[in-house]
């Protein structure tokens, strides 16, 4: 289904929507879905009819399959997409150990675009920028440039990284922390040899200088993708040899990971983009709720950001919003209960802390976390130990011996 125009589509006249969600990114659209599927009359207003190009989190594993299959949402999404099954770690030119995962690699504009995709046909998609909120304890009303209104008993805010609609209703975006990380996307491919051994691959810094997390690389469109997690400016010098010269950046960064997976070519182009650590207070405030990047972001390392969004929509869709919705209104106290919520608080404190702590581990040289770092490697290196002695090879999972290309996360 296409988004259509407000005038074309939507009976303003008569139509209060049970809930009016602006922004169409991965939050938005999701929310949308799940509202729509349990049968509430929901609007879904985005800029773009079609998400455009955006370098963004490109790789589903772990917790967000387990949120996606909860959300009966992860067939939708990864249909026909190569599937991983396990993820191997390295560090210093060897394998640490392999851990089974269910994995995915996909473009975020892919991503969420296979998720508009599944939208049920009766949400009500608006194709336009949303100029104005107006929010009371009963009912609200959002206005677009074109001069169209939309009205409806509660907002969702799930605007991403933009905050000025927010701030029309008094949530205030407080910056923890500038250009927090900077994180590198582009292709990786074999030399001489067909494929890599792992279709996912997480290989971790090799000197503290280097401002390095890790390496994720993984299968992506049938090539195989990488996404580095650095904590470097975008100015700096070595970002721009990196942007110039992806390959000879990582050899001389990473040099133990052609032990790890063989002889390889890094190839541009490169996207590269920084984020910034923020979170939002005086949230609440009646009939507006934000959700994902638009409550508060995390770094791209932490793989937090997914997880954030996915348990915002599990709790505000499958638990507080039924409730609300049963009785009029929709003042502060109603909505309050969404930011309170224990399963949201302590995810997001755990996306900024996980945040904080691998600035830190990958950063810091105080004499404290130089001892932390010495622990955490006589606990890999036994990790290492027990891997050779079990493995002796790769644990073998079935269907996966012949997969093409390896690839990682
Ligand atoms: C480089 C990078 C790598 C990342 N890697 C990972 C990762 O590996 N794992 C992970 O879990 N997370 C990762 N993340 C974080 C993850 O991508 C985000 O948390 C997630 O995309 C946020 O989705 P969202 O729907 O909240 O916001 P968005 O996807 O930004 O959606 C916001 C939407 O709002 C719309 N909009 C904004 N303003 C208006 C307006 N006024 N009117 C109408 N529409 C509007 C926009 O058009 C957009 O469609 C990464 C982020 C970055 C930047």
Redesign the pocket.
């Given at each position: 289904m296409r988004f259509s125009s407000l005038t074309d589509r939507f009976e303003k006249a008569d139509r209060i929507f049970d809930s009016i969600i602006?922004?169409?990114?991965?939050?938005?659209t999701l929310a949308a879905t799940v509202l729509g599927r349990a049968g509430y009359h929901v609007c879904l207003?985005?800029?773009?009819e079609i998400?455009p190009k955006d370098?963004?989190?490109?790789?589903l594993d772990g917790g967000?399959i387990d949120s996606l299959m909860r959300l009966n949402l992860l067939d939708e999404l990864t249909d026909g997409l190569f599937r991983g099954e396990t993820v191997t770690i390295a560090r210093n030119a060897r394998v640490i150990g392999m851990t089974a995962t269910v994995n995915f690699g996909l473009r975020?504009e892919n991503l969420?675009n296979r998720a508009r995709s599944a939208l049920p046909e009766h949400v009500h998609r608006v194709v336009?920028?949303?100029?104005k909120i107006e929010t009371t304890d009963d009912l609200q009303s959002v206005s677009l440039s074109n001069g169209d209104v939309v009205t409806g008993r509660l907002i969702v805010l799930?605007?991403?990284?933009?905050a000025?609609?927010g701030r029309q209703a008094g949530a205030r975006r407080v910056t923890l922390r500038e250009r927090h990380s900077l994180?590198f996307?582009f292709q990786i491919e074999p030399a001489g040899v067909a494929s890599f051994k792992d279709s996912f691959l997480v290989y971790q810094r090799e000197n503290i200088r280097d401002k390095i997390d890790y390496l994720a690389a993984f299968t992506m469109g049938g090539r195989t993708r990488v996404?580095l997690f650095t904590y470097r400016d975008y100015k700096d010098p070595w970002t721009k040899s990196f942007l110039a010269d992806p390959d000879a950046g990582l050899k001389r960064n990473l040099p133990g990971l052609e032990a790890v997976i063989g002889p390889y070519q890094a190839s541009g182009p490169v996207e590269a983009?920084p984020?910034d650590l923020y979170v939002t207070k005086d949230a609440t405030r009646p009939g507006l709720v934000l959700?994902?990047?638009?409550f508060q972001?995390?770094c791209?390392a932490t793989?937090?950001?997914?997880?954030?969004?996915l348990t915002d929509i599990e709790q505000l869709c499958g638990v507080h919003l039924p409730r609300w919705l049963e009785t009029p209104g929709m003042d502060a106290t109603k909505v309050g209960a969404f930011y309170r919520d224990p399963i949201k608080v302590a995810c997001d404190a755990k996306a900024l802390r996980d945040s904080a702590y691998r600035r830190a581990v990958s950063t810091e040289t105080t004499p404290g976390w130089r001892l932390h770092r010495a622990r955490l490697a006589m606990v890999e290196q036994a990790r290492a130990l027990l891997h050779r002695r079990a493995a002796v090879g790769y644990p073998r999972v079935a269907g996966q011996e012949q997969r093409p290309t390896l690839v990682p996360g």
């Open positions: 602006i922004g169409g990114g991965l939050s938005g207003i985005d800029r773009y998400y370098f963004r989190a490109e790789h967000i975020y969420v336009g920028r949303v100029s799930a605007t991403g990284q933009g000025a609609v994180t996307g996404n983009r984020i959700i994902g990047d638009a972001s995390s791209p793989g937090m950001g997914i997880i954030r969004l």
